[in-house]
């Protein structure tokens, strides 16, 4: 029978993941529309200005989103989670504090400046406003998963009357495990962002051919957006992936639990197998991962179960293993698929003008395979992080607000699920809607900004 912390658990996993289906997006998309204004600026090429205008209202959309859905994750802190708050809030207080007042505050001033901007400000200081927005937009990723990665790794720190009290700021936000982790959920955000717009272009060629035939102009400005999109792609994949390494080495020494949990590993084994899909296996391959040395020995689940078992006393510490099994592979085989896809996008493309009608169409799967890999990826993440909230110091269990009923949080988590399926729809037909009407061709902005006066002061140009 559930209680109240298993109806918590959901409510704060299902609102996370719907919340993260827009952070990358917005991450990667963001620098991406920065580029395409970047392009357009150097080149003057009007393609470049209208695919700006373009992606960035879906851009927009998103990053709309992103904010409204965000907003619910701290209110679950004081509601369903008072425990873990009193618990890590003097250590949390300062990269939230720098993540709201600086890397938000930036993106949502320069991205406000961005938008009204049009026709308004000079072309370079226009221009410098996209890029503010997208560093604050990385910045506040930043921020955020250095907090997230002192959970899975606490360090500059102590524990006084129960709580754990910060000791040093640089030590959080450079904590071994943030400096893996934050390259790895960036490049995979990019890998995302990428994925979307290799998409939408495939969709609009598709379209296009089909409804008229394409005018010149079309052909190069889709080409243009989606080789950009299919590099971008590509040398994000590259990134995830070394930086995959550098984690799998880092669960090795801090979370051997997830790693062989990942891996299905019940005993401690000297030269242990990766094991690709039950059954299948590559000998030797996880030791040298772990560790650089196909011989080392890699921890077991039950042979961790028991050790914690005595430093901790008595419980189950290990996480659902079928979950974080098979999220790992997951993870694995839709984001190598998208890279993959990426690669050969850019092989078809390379010397042709038009992109193969087949491939536009199978353009179409990088929208599900690199977000379904960023979620499974955060399942792995913080599911196999249980049973701890902060590792080895605040257990789940002990994390939840005593005073909370499972008919409030039954309550709580069926509006948020009534709600967020609402905004989904939203969503949906709002992207759905402008993706298939396709882009409007803008007039050319003129270099700097004309005097305002008389009348026009109160017709302010928007961007779109």
């Known amino acids: 029978m559930m209680d109240a912390l298993d109806l918590a658990r959901w409510q704060f996993g299902v609102t996370t993941v719907y919340h993260f289906l827009f952070v990358p997006l917005t991450i990667g998309l963001g620098v991406f529309v920065a580029g ?23 851009f927009l959309i998103n990053f709309a989103m992103g904010v409204v859905t965000g907003i619910v994750q701290e209110f679950q802190f004081g509601m369903n989670w008072s425990e873990y708050s009193t618990f890590v809030g003097d250590v949390f207080g300062a990269p939230l504090a720098l993540e709201a ?35 604050g937009s990385n910045l506040s990723a930043y921020f955020i998963l250095a907090a997230n990665a002192w959970m899975k790794h606490p360090v500059g720190y102590e524990v006084v009357d129960g709580r754990a009290r910060m ?26 962002a990428g994925g979307f717009v290799i998409a939408v272009c495939g969709y609009r060629i598709v379209k296009e051919r089909r409804a008229r035939g394409f005018r010149g102009g079309d052909a190069v400005m889709w080409r243009s957006g989606m080789r950009a999109a299919l590099l971008m792609t590509a040398v994000a994949g590259v990134i995830v992936a070394g930086t995959g390494d550098m984690s799998a080495k880092l669960l090795h020494e801090q979370q051997p639990m997830k790693l062989a949990a990942a891996e299905g590993l019940e005993r401690d084994t000297a030269g242990a197998p990766f094991s690709v899909v039950p059954g299948i296996e590559i000998p030797q ?27 901790f006393g ?94 409030e949080v039954a309550v709580s988590l069926t509006i948020f699920t009534v709600l967020y399926g609402a905004l989904a729809v939203g969503e949906g037909v709002l992207l759905v809607k402008y993706v298939r009407k396709g882009p409007d061709v803008p007039q050319p902005a003129p270099a700097d900004p004309e005097p305002v006066t008389g009348e026009s002061r109160l017709q302010p140009t928007l961007m779109y």
């Open 36 to 58: 395409l204004q970047t392009a357009w600026h150097r080149t003057g090429k009007e393609h470049y200005l209208t695919l700006t205008k373009f992606f960035g209202k879906l």
């Open 101 to 135: 007042l600086l890397a938000f505050f930036m993106e949502s001033t320069f991205l406000g400046l961005w938008i009204f901007g049009w026709g308004r400000l000079p072309k370079r200081v226009h221009l410098a406003t996209i890029w503010a927005a997208a560093i």
């Open 167 to 192: 000791t040093d700021l640089w030590a959080v936000l450079t904590n071994s495990t943030a400096l893996a982790q934050v390259p790895h959920v960036i490049g995979a955000a990019f890998v995302v």
């Open 285 to 311: 391959l996880l030791s040298f991962l772990a560790t650089n040395d196909p011989n080392a020995t890699v921890a077991g689940t039950e042979d961790l179960q028991a050790r914690f078992e005595k430093e």
């Open 314 to 407: 008595p419980g189950d510490y290990r996480p659902n293993l079928p979950v974080v099994f098979w999220s790992f592979r997951v993870m694995i085989v839709f984001g190598l698929s998208t890279v993959a896809l990426s690669v050969l996008g850019l092989w078809l493309t390379r010397r042709r003008r038009e992109v193969p009608g087949w491939f536009a169409r199978a353009c179409l799967l990088a929208l599900p395979l690199p977000t379904l890999a960023m979620v499974a990826g955060w399942l792995l993440s913080e599911i196999g992080r249980q049973p701890w909230t902060v590792a080895g110091e605040l257990l789940t269990a002990a994390s939840v607000s005593p005073g909370v009923t499972l008919t």
